[in-house]
């Protein structure tokens, strides 16, 4: 742990925490699960409480979702938590939140909480909107005159003023969130956390969600922990990250290279691809098709500064000698199209199995995780553009910007500097 840390005040403290569900057992936490879980058994039936991950994770009639988690968070300190489905990221904070109890281990909790984990959690849907923050400031332990000082601001970030005092229940999923992310966001609480509150809401209350966390964070030195499977949002408010697999922490530092290790676990980079089982888009007429690519001269999918990406593409044709090109289309790791590369001049293509080797200048991108999209198509005599086949996830490869036998390493950061790297500047110095 560096100096920095040492002498910052924690805000949480995991140590050796686990958290293990029985399987197929009577014990759902409440009454009604237990009837549920007891009438199966009864019948002879699957338990529908069973909470079931990965197979590895089982250990007889037992589940750890979380196996042993050690964590300090910092105040004023904003840390993502991202991992697979099944990780253990929701399982975290509802320890956190103190919605269940950890099985083994012990949580230092440095101040009161504000959580968000889903949509509607914390709220009674019988009341208002305005009911609705009062108990979870009083949950909180504010007085009415201390909630009443915050109620303009919570209701106009809501952006519901004109519902307030309508019941919850009658909120459209968009509505709930923006309340609820104010309600959490305003009251009086050190440490705020949120799981994928943003996956709900237009892009314009997202951003102000973002600004509000980061705010939170920066200016008014409270804590934030942030789950999501966005890796923008992630980039735009994380100072931290930590990796979550199997109920383990496999990473825990700088948020570039927490996004690296958990892409590159969920990856499905290959040197070689079969296309033939791809869906193809109904833009396609199924004249040509393409059956597979292989990148070439590479021993991994891994690319260096001036290489050239070169692909071995396979298709076969049902036209006679047409008039063909190659387009490539390169999606970044959160697919948004960055360029586009055709294949100059047509290429001649006879009729039946096809073979060409292509070479794409990729020097400009930036270090990442890219897609390639193909698209093969002819111009017509009119100048009309026929798309013959489109396979979407034709290809996988990672930029690096160094060579594998430079030692310095240099984290790109694409939320701040973009998936292009131009060239280094040249500078005159006139004035020597």
């Known amino acids: 742990m560096s100096n920095t840390q040492e002498n910052r005040e924690v805000a949480i403290r995991l140590t050796d925490v686990k ?4 399987l197929g057992q009577i014990g759902g936490g409440t009454l009604q699960g237990d009837l549920q879980s007891w009438w199966a058994k009864i019948r002879g039936k699957e338990d529908p409480n069973t909470k079931i991950g990965q197979e590895q994770r089982l250990v007889g009639q037992t589940f750890m979702a979380l196996n042993g988690i050690d964590l300090t968070v910092y105040k004023g300190e904003a840390l993502g938590i991202i991992g697979s489905n099944g990780a253990g990221k929701s399982t975290m904070l509802k320890l956190l939140s103190r919605v269940t109890a950890p099985t083994e281990g012990k949580i230092q909790l440095y101040g009161r909480i504000a959580s968000m984990l889903e949509v509607g959690t914390g709220f009674n849907g019988e009341m208002t909107g305005r009911e609705n923050i009062y108990m979870n400031g009083t949950i909180l332990g504010m007085t009415k005159a201390e909630i009443d000082a915050k109620m303009e601001d919570i209701i106009e970030f809501s952006e519901v003023r004109e519902f307030i005092d309508t019941p919850v229940k009658r909120y459209s999923s968009g509505m709930y969130v923006k309340l609820a992310f104010s309600v959490a966001a305003h009251l009086d609480s050190e440490i705020m956390i949120m799981d994928e509150v943003l996956a709900v809401g237009d892009m314009a209350f997202q951003k102000k969600c973002l600004d509000k966390m ?6 008014e030195g409270r804590t934030v922990l942030y789950v999501s499977h966005n890796m923008n949002t992630i980039r735009q408010l994380c100072d931290r990250c930590i990796v979550l697999d199997k109920g383990k922490v496999v990473f825990e530092g700088d948020v570039e290279e927490a996004i690296g290790v958990y892409m590159g676990a969920n990856s499905r980079i290959s040197l070689y691809n079969d296309c033939d089982s791809i869906p193809r888009e109904p833009i396609a007429d199924g004249l040509m098709h393409i059956h597979s690519i292989e990148l070439l001269d590479l021993e991994s999918p891994v690319i260096y500064n001036n290489q050239k990406l070169k692909a071995s593409i396979s298709y076969s044709s049902k036209l006679d000698f047409p008039e063909t090109a190659f387009r490539m289309i390169i999606f970044n790791g959160n697919r948004v199209p960055v360029g586009m590369i055709a294949s100059q001049p047509e290429i001649k ?6 073979d060409l080797t292509m070479s794409f200048d990729l020097s400009l991108l930036a270090p990442g995780e890219y897609n390639g999209r ?3 198509y002819e111009v017509d005599k009119y100048g009309n553009e026929v798309v013959h086949d489109v396979v979407g996830d034709a290809f996988t490869f990672r930029k690096e910007y160094y ?7 240099m984290v790109w950061k694409p939320a701040v500097w973009g998936n292009i790297n131009f060239p280094d500047a040249i500078i005159h110095n006139d004035g020597v």
């Open 214 to 219: 980061r705010d939170a964070a920066k200016k």
């Open 19 to 22: 958290k293990m569900y029985k």
């Open 374 to 376: 193909i698209v093969l």
């Open 349 to 354: 293509s006879k009729q039946g199995l096809n």
């Open 403 to 409: 060579n594998p036998d430079n030692v310095t390493k």
